[in-house]
């Protein structure tokens, strides 16, 4: 399943908060259209976390080029009664004219780091707040939990199986990507295959087994319908007597030419299955037929039945991945840093922010592992490598989007760069990020001001 | 914002697990058309609920309506070399066929009673699934969380704010109305207030106040252009400052024609900040100033501030609400019950069913409280109300869309005959879910034929 196919999600401007509108009426207002800078960072990490790992930032330049009205949602905003006709004409004409900088998918982060910054006329940069957020959270939440089970797997494939139970069709398949930009070797969600090029793998359903009178006649029709990829679910009645009519039907089998490339296990101890029916397969003279584990599995199920040497080949991550079952969703937030060349900062009990434009500085210890980071003022001099970079300017792409293979690639890297406390699951000691004295000073004095 | 326009949610055949395609290939093969019965239930309760509220038969119906393939998706069907021509082009002709019965969306419901039961040839029934259950699952997700909000507000109105945290567009929509059907008062999210015609409010950001020199100035700008509905955001810097600053903002704002209906208070102790700016609004003469309280809040905050009294008019929930933050995800199935009249079952450890096709009766105490539940046979007789009712023959809705308006009076009517222990928010006693004599012998018969 080759060529993707470019995805089409959602870019209307009222997929929008309505406050977004009567802000943007009272700045439209009073000509308030001097140039913003909003930020997009997370300000803690969830429960059980030392990182997490930046996506979605494809989809929102997707959004910023593409956003619009259709004819029926201009009617329906005149016939709303709530906005003048020049501001619904004013909605029709407006396009996404900005800069974007931001870390690259794929890069591991740390609370307080600007992630994604925009750079636009006010009315724009605060329009687009919402569909931003909604697009940069879910993906890096889903991201996040995938490297986290990508670490546990000990390099063993795995692969989304989510769909079902994510929230929405929209969220399956930015799960899909977010899982395997990750790590994730691939998903079951076909049309994700379709949009994203990810591979696409599955197996057969319990249904598939009880619609037929006998397990053997299901796996024999199964077989011969997909000749090419036979994984065997096996945990419908017994799981061990199915793994024993396995080894009897892979003969019969193999005088029609077909080969069982594995069975699945979805039920019960998974360890202790795995460990019987390896033995039954291989005392079958089954020894290249692998096992496929799944049901309710999250990362910490993986890291137990790797530490319990489970002999199983591969996992099938579904609900917990695609929900992020443990830490559904990030405090995160997108806020303006700078108005018309002032710097700003909002000062709320618990949710003070840094002002002005940010940059992020990685340094590395002798190993090539990530020693820490200092947040600085964008044109501050400081060491190190900087990971906010220019990907859009005036409303347009600087690069057409990278292929989900090199992003891939870029955050198995960063993994690769992971201290070892930062592997495991649980909380860190977490990587020091510093706020440099320049921004400190700059926060105290607007404090001064008032 | 009137009209409600009807929403076209993806119906693509493509938005599916990869296992739905193979198997639906084999079954074509074997010739096994013959008519199969899925239902989709519920195996237990998250921790901490004592019932849930179905929701999303609106949107299945609708899928199940539209349900298609694009060229574009044919093309790559046809690309990928993993079917036969013959079968892309039966899935171009694809149509669901099939009858469906439901509870109606708003219905309070408990596990292993099915919610949905789908009627239809064995290939339609299966292919469906994938999509049926994310429909279904994420909607009743959303209700049952909403609806232990409104529970918990006691009366006081609720705005959804969650869509920037939901899990993408259609996660944020859906949520705005599924949260609607179970009491809300409405949802910020524009878009929601086109398709379903669901109120829509909003305030003001932190950026708006920011993005001025000073906050009354902020104040006075968004008074102007938002005359019908001026709720000002008062925790930028200082609550109770800003408070003060809105009561001589009033006087001025008078004299324009100009009222103040509301404050909002977005961060800190929020009973504490709402008794200090009552007092300072009522000393300044503003008795009619509302005070809206948003923040993180869920139904356990939202019980606390009741509960103290605090004086706050209305509340906004964001995240918790359509992430369900607490339970992201429900342990729900859609599983075959009967094929080619054979009533089937699953046996798979802690995963088996009851086989069969099923009603629910429900049983009333004397005070027109839910008092039990009998899940029996379809065709078996029994007292009580039959929850599971026709909503579509041979691919045809038997009556139009029930309006929204329609779905939340059931809905609120539903929560009001719950017994007080549901009423909580912690573990049931639960009500008393019975599963005949007659399921149970059906059950132990297939058990014993093996």
Chains 1, 2 share one sequence.
């Not at 917990?320 to 990030?330: E, H, I, N, R, V």
Request: net charge neutral; with cysteine.
């Amino acid at each position: 399943m080759r060529t993707p196919r470019r995805i089409t999600l959602q870019s209307s401007l009222l997929l929008t908060d309505l406050y977004q509108l009567t802000m943007l009426q009272a700045y439209l207002e009073q000509g308030m259209e001097e140039t913003a800078v909003f930020e997009f960072f997370v300000r803690r990490l969830p429960p059980m976390r030392g990182f997490l790992m930046a996506a979605g930032l494809e989809q929102l330049l997707d959004y910023l080029e593409r956003l619009h009205l259709s004819a029926e949602e201009l009617d329906w905003l005149n016939e709303s009664g709530r906005f003048s006709r020049a501001f619904v004409e004013y909605l029709e004409r407006l396009r996404f004219t900005g800069d974007v900088h931001a870390m690259p998918e794929g890069t591991v982060f740390f609370p307080e780091e600007p992630i994604v910054r925009v750079t636009a006329p006010l009315p724009q940069a605060q329009l687009i707040e919402t569909r931003l957020i909604n697009l940069l959270h879910f993906q890096t939440v889903v991201a996040s939990k995938a490297a986290r089970s990508v670490l546990a797997a000990g390099g063993k494939p795995l692969v989304d199986f989510g769909l079902r139970r994510a929230h929405g069709a929209e969220a399956g398949l930015l799960a899909a990507r977010a899982s395997y930009l990750a790590g994730f070797s691939g998903t079951a969600t076909v049309q994700a295959g379709m949009l994203f090029g990810i591979p696409v793998y599955g197996t057969m359903a319990h249904s598939f087994v009880q619609a037929h009178e006998d397990e053997v006649t299901a796996f024999e029709h199964f077989a011969s319908a997909q000749p090419q990829d036979v994984i065997l679910l096996i945990d419908t009645y017994d799981t061990e007597a199915a793994a024993r009519k396995v080894v009897t039907l892979a003969s019969r089998l193999k005088q029609k030419g077909l080969t069982i490339k594995g069975v699945r296990l979805d039920s019960g101890d998974l360890a202790d299955h795995a460990r019987k029916v390896r033995r039954i397969l291989d005392e079958g003279g089954l020894p290249g037929v692998r096992i496929v584990a799944s049901g309710n599995l999250d990362e910490s199920a993986l890291q137990a039945l790797v530490a319990a040497n489970a002999p199983i080949d591969s996992f099938a991550i579904g609900t917990c991945l695609t929900t992020s079952a443990d830490a559904p969703y990030l405090d995160c937030a997108y806020k303006l840093q700078e108005y018309a060349g002032r710097p700003c900062r909002k000062r709320s009990e618990g949710k003070a922010t840094w002002p002005g434009r940010k940059q992020v500085y990685r340094h590395d210890d002798a190993g090539g592992r990530i020693a820490s980071d200092v947040v600085t003022l964008a044109d501050e001099p400081e060491d190190g490598t900087a990971l906010v970079q220019p990907v859009m300017r005036a409303g347009r792409r600087l690069a057409p989007p990278a292929p989900l293979s090199a992003l891939r690639e870029r955050a198995a890297a960063e993994l690769a760069r992971l201290p070892p406390p930062l592997r495991q699951l649980r909380d860190g000691p977490a990587v020091p990020v510093r706020i440099s004295s320049a921004l400190r000073d700059l926060a105290k004095s607007l404090d001064e001001r008032g």
